[in-house]
């Protein structure tokens, strides 16, 4: 496993072209194409697809079951030990895990999956009021889709952040980010064929921050220097 993420080019492919739609979604803000469409269905269209795409993210947040099996932790096979502490959801009771996880009394949360969840819920409650009820940006469109690829792009290089409370914070934007650029997108072409096109590259977004999470979690065990670790052993184990 590639110590750099210099030298895991899967990962740098998806990164690249993670970059390049944030990119691309910029030059849509700025120099938008004529695709006004007299589609009276667009927003109820998008807004349910993307809505979608929140509650599937919340729920398998609600259950680390399936964050385990993506990030291939598997609690199914047995307990896992680091020392003497007992594996909790998909992170080691490791002190080089301890960046990533709330300790709230006997119960352990992934960081990086409570801020999804909470960005996740403001992002479907955003997307209720703009796509259903009816809410108007205007004039603040560009300035939305900046800021949302901002937090897109902070968010997709978030795994260098030791503080909790930053790694929340751009996980949260992350999600958030997301739906501020399809919003604004939305505003500024009108277009349905555009807005699907962007909640594509969300998803991309989502399975490349997924991937550099992975990545993130192999090399800090990778790099650890515990000479007696059951955890390290039952994922060679697994590899």
Not at 76 to 81: L, M, S, T, V, Y
Not at 89 to 95: D, E, I, K
Request: aromatic letters at 12%.
């Amino acid at each position: 496993m590639s110590k750099s993420i210099l030298q895991n080019r899967p990962l740098m492919f998806l990164l690249y072209m993670s970059l390049f739609g944030v990119l691309l979604s910029m030059l849509l803000a700025f120099f938008p194409p004529s695709l006004h469409e007299d589609f009276g269905w667009r927003k109820p269209i998008v807004g349910s697809v993307f809505g979608l795409i929140c509650v599937l993210g919340v729920v398998a947040a609600f259950f680390p079951k399936q964050c385990t099996n993506v990030l291939s932790f598997r609690k199914e096979r047995g307990p896992a030990f680091h020392g003497d502490s007992e594996l909790g959801g998909h992170h080691p009771h490791c002190g080089n895990f301890s960046p990533h996880v709330f300790q709230i009394e006997n119960r352990r949360l992934c960081v990086a999956c409570t801020g999804l969840t909470v960005g996740g819920l403001l992002a479907l409650f955003g997307t209720v009021i703009y796509f259903f009820v009816g809410w108007r940006v205007e004039q603040n469109n560009v300035l939305m889709v900046l800021a949302g690829l901002l937090a897109v792009a902070l968010g997709l290089f978030q795994f260098r952040v030791r503080q909790r409370g930053v790694r929340f914070s751009l996980n949260a934007g992350f999600v958030l980010g997301a739906f501020w650029g399809l919003v604004g997108i939305d505003g500024l072409l009108q277009s349905v064929i555009a807005d699907l096109f962007l909640v594509a590259l969300i998803v991309f977004w989502l399975f490349t921050r997924i991937s550099i999470s992975h990545w993130d979690h192999e090399r800090i065990c990778h790099t650890c220097d515990v000479a007696v670790c059951e955890f390290r052993k039952m994922r060679e184990g697994l590899s």
